[in-house]
């Protein structure tokens, strides 16, 4: 069966794309089939995978408001190693269209039905935000995998977001878990850091993976290129960190 994943944080900037991008590919690396699917507005995970997400035929916005099926949209990536549904822009009016659709809440997770066990894992690199797209996100996917920049403010948002997680399992997606929480962006020079993994880890016990991703200049240039860390710097600091984080991943899932 293939497994479906949701990226989520409503707060931006925490690495979220990154970790789906990366740990895709170190997935893929080591032998599994994996689909990324964007569906970010901002088309962010798009971009960095090398795709100019403003001369698309097609993209996820035609699978979700025209409904054409996701094997039109799915394009092969080969330097990561997978296949990518890809966003654009038009997806950005995708939250008004979808408010007149019946069933709004489960596009996506139709769209995704119809290449069940084609992957072993999707992966669904969300907004941040918690408005229409996220909710289809969560209502689609077997569990959710939640970022966390070790800075202080991102400790705020998480409250509402496990509120969201939770409501969308009550009413929209009983299968519906939190995975893991994985902590970013960490700076070892800070003790703000430290102390956010140390609360996140007090509030979530069990549910925080042990791999901790370092701030890294190398994974913010990746994407420049078109390129994931694993091709891009594979020696560097945040790639071995993604590349534990993959091996952590699979013991959990497998």
Sequence with gaps: MTRIYAFANQKGGVGKTTTAI?????????????????IDPQANATSSLGVDKNHLPFSIYEALIQQMPLSQIVMPID????????????LAGATVELVRVPERTHLLRKALATLDKQYDYVFVDAPPSLGLLT?????????????????????????QLVYTINLVRRELNPGLRITGLIMTMYDVRTKIAQQVVNEVRKYFPEKVFSTII?????LSEAPSYGETILTYAPKSSGALAYEALAKEFLRRTD
């Design 22 to 38: 990366s740990l895709a590919a170190y997935l893929a690396a080591r032998g599994k089939k994996l689909l990324l699917v964007d």
């Design 79 to 90: 330097k990561a190693g997978l296949e990518l549904a890809p966003s654009s822009p038009s």
């Design 214 to 218: 370092p701030r890294n200049v190398r």
């Design 135 to 159: 909710v289809n996100a969560l209502t689609a996917t077997h569990g959710v995998i939640i970022p966390v920049q070790c800075e202080y403010l991102s400790l705020e948002g998480l409250g």
